[in-house]
Every structure is written in C-alpha cells, then in structure tokens.
C-alpha cells in the first residue's frame, strides 16, 4: 500500500504531526538508524520520519524510506529563516509550488547556519529542502515543501516549544495537504 512521507528534520517539527495524524513511533524496523525517527499511523496511510539537521542525515532517511517503502506523496514540513523582518514569524510558505491561500517562497538550502543575507539571493533559507526536492522527485510526483519562519537568520536553534507551537498554528493551512 503507498503512503504519505511526511519528512521533518526535528522532532518538534513532527510533533504536531504525531498528533494531528494520532501517529506511533514504530521500533520494529530493523535497518533503521538510531538517529532517525520513524512514525506510523494505524491505517498505514502516513508515514513520518524525522532525520536531524542538515544534507547527510535528510539524504541517509530518504534514502532508507524510498527503498523500503512504497511512496505516492511527500511532504516537508519544516522550520526556516528568513531574510526580510517584515515577514512575520510564522509565516508558512510553500517553497515548491503555488497553492491558494499558502505564501510562496523560493528558498536555498544552506549546509551551515547563515549569520547574515549577505549573499543570499532567496527569501528563506533552511538546511534540507533542496535535498528533500531532490531526491522525492526521483520516487513520486506529488511533493511538497512547507516551511514556517522561524527566525530572521539566527543561528540558535529555537525552543523546542516554539517550534512546535510554529508548526502547530498554521495547521489549518497545511492539513489538507497531507
């Protein structure tokens, strides 16, 4: 049976997830990476697996989902920076496609936490959505990139209850996605 992928990078993001989709933590597979975490609902209809920060953890997790499951869609909901003040945190964007009532946003994907805009020439910047793109356009058809600004290039990870707070406020927005 194909799934939903519904990838995040932190826990935090996931959690509002977890919730909303009433998702288990699923121990039993065997191959898995201990720094991966990977979520199941009881339908079989959403899969979630949240990886770590950054392109060698997002490629590693993809790489695992793709081979040893069936996808038919794939989402990243995750956190961002953004370059512009103006933009207010918690602004959910869709940085792939153009979707009613959902901001969009080219973004870049950074291996570093950026200190400054200096030479960044898009309006958000995360740490894995390019790699995300990448790889679930090999697999399915239907991909999406959701991202909520997080902060104005900060490169402090915020609270874990802020993040999950970010995720959680704009669920109205990206729930019918999933």
Do not use: H
Not at 10 to 25: R, T, Y
Not at 26 to 50: G, Q
Not at 110 to 130: C, F, G, H, I, Y
Request: charged content about 25%; aromatic content about 10%; hydrophobic content about 40%.
């Amino acid at each position: 049976m194909s799934k939903t992928l519904i990838y995040t990078a932190l826990l935090p993001e996931a959690q509002p997830l977890i919730n909303f989709l009433k998702l288990k933590e699923d121990n039993s597979v065997r191959n898995l990476s201990l720094n991966f975490k990977l979520f199941k609902d009881e339908d079989k209809k959403y899969l979630l697996i949240v990886s770590g920060i950054g392109r060698n953890n997002c490629l590693k997790s993809l790489d695992f989902v793709y081979n040893n499951y069936e996808i038919k869609k794939a989402i990243n909901i995750g956190i961002a920076g953004c370059c512009d003040s103006s933009i207010k945190i918690g602004t959910l964007f869709c940085t792939n496609k153009l979707l009613p009532n959902i901001n969009f946003a080219s973004i870049t994907t950074v291996d570093a936490p950026l200190q400054s805009d200096e030479n960044l020439e898009t309006l958000l910047v995360d740490m894995e959505a390019k790699y995300f793109l990448e790889i679930s356009k090999k697999y399915c058809k239907d991909n999406y990139c959701f991202k909520v600004v997080s902060d104005y290039l900060d490169i402090q990870i915020p609270k874990k209850s802020f993040v999950i707070e970010l995720i959680e406020k704009c669920k109205k927005q990206w729930k019918d996605y999933l």
